[in-house]
């Protein structure tokens, strides 16, 4: 990975945490983990507005009509187990 936290090989793939220090720092890591984090964050370009409309939107099916569970919409799971 390079030094914002960017696996080789992988496009949007990020490791931002304890296994990004390459030895035993002897002491509490947890600022230098927040530390090296916040660099990577701050490597990453802002939200561009522009950009995101000309991506072409993924258009999902409609809902499916019926229950998804056995319940009867009383939400009591306990007592819709023991009648099994």
Excluded: C, H, W
């Excluded at 949007?12 to 964050?41: H, K, Q, W, Y």
């Excluded at 019926?66 to 009867?72: A, I």
Aim: no cysteine.
């Amino acid at each position: 990975m390079d030094f914002t936290g960017q696996v080789f090989g992988y496009k949007n793939l990020r490791v931002i945490d304890g296994s990004i220090v390459p030895g035993n720092l002897g002491v509490n890591p947890s600022l230098t983990i927040t530390a090296l984090s916040e660099f990577a964050m701050s490597q990453i370009p802002v939200f561009s507005e522009e950009k995101a409309s000309q991506i072409k939107r993924i258009q999902f099916s409609q809902p499916l009509a019926g229950q998804v569970s056995e319940l009867d919409g009383t939400g009591d799971l306990a007592i819709a187990l023991t009648q099994v």
